[in-house]
T-cell receptor
Framework: KNEVEQSPQNLTAQEGEFITINCSYS?????LHWLQQHPGGGIVSLFM???GKKKHGRLIATINIQEKHSSLHITASHPRDSAVYIC?????????????FGKGTLLTVNP | DGGITQSPKYLFRKEGQNVTLSCEQN?????MYWYRQDPGQGLRLIYY???????QKGDIAEGYSVSREKKESFPLTVTSAQKNPTAFYLC?????????????FGSGTQLSVL
């Protein structure tokens, strides 16, 4: 079973700061998801990537397959970015769609 | 707008009672999933379905049951056999359930025991 570790568990930033959230996993994967969970509980998919880098607005996600590591970056952070960010991985060679989720990183951005 | 609707938002269960959580999607997705979220833990898969009238157990299926009679609907029943049902339950869907598909989530149901 893949072990997914996120760091930090909690992160507090001032508005405008550059944010980095990290995700490491133990076994080879076919894809990695970054998800955002707002205080109300609903989850939104931010990125899905299997190599390289993706950018959407102020969010950037990178993955290094060899190092089994991914990062989510937020540039010019804003209080509305406050949420739990969750990393999830899909193991290579799996015949069923099963994700292993990290425990999440709670981000608080203060004005 | 297309999306996933979960209801109710909050649900209370009495001892020995079965309760059913609703999940409906209008995204025309074949694959649907139920996850359980506990504080301080990652989401865990309860059941998933990749086609109507077929579903598979996930990692923590004991004490739960599902049905998939319609493509749009994937209700989850928390039975009296589930001794620790208090948790946040999330329903999700994807196009077909293959790898590298984006997941779409509902807003969740918080289940508590009276």
């Amino acid at each position: 079973k893949n072990e997914v570790e996120q760091s930090p568990q909690n992160l507090t930033a001032q508005e405008g700061e550059f944010i980095t959230i990290n995700c490491s996993y133990s076994v080879g994967i076919s894809a990695l998801h970054w998800l955002q969970q707002h205080p109300g509980g609903g989850i939104v998919s931010l990125f899905m990537l299997s190599s390289g880098k993706k950018k959407h607005g102020r969010l950037i996600a990178t993955i290094n397959i060899q190092e089994k590591h991914s990062s989510l970056h937020i540039t010019a952070s804003h209080p509305r970015d406050s949420a739990v960010y969750i990393c999830a991985v899909m193991n290579s060679g799996g015949s069923n769609y099963k994700l292993t989720f990290g425990k999440g990183t709670l981000l608080t951005v203060n004005p | 707008d297309g999306g996933i609707t979960q209801s109710p938002k909050y649900l209370f269960r009495k001892e020995g009672q079965n309760v059913t959580l609703s999940c409906e999607q209008n995204l025309n997705h074949d694959a649907m999933y139920w996850y359980r979220q506990d504080p301080g833990q990652g989401l865990r898969l309860i059941y998933y379905s990749q086609i109507v009238n077929d579903f598979q157990k996930g990692d923590i299926a004991e004490g739960y049951s599902v049905s998939r009679e319609k493509k749009e609907s994937f209700p989850l029943t928390v039975t009296s056999a589930q001794k620790n049902p208090t948790a946040f339950y999330l329903c999700a869907s994807s196009i077909s359930g293959r790898a590298n598909e984006k997941l779409f989530f509902g807003s969740g149901t918080q289940l508590s025991v009276l």
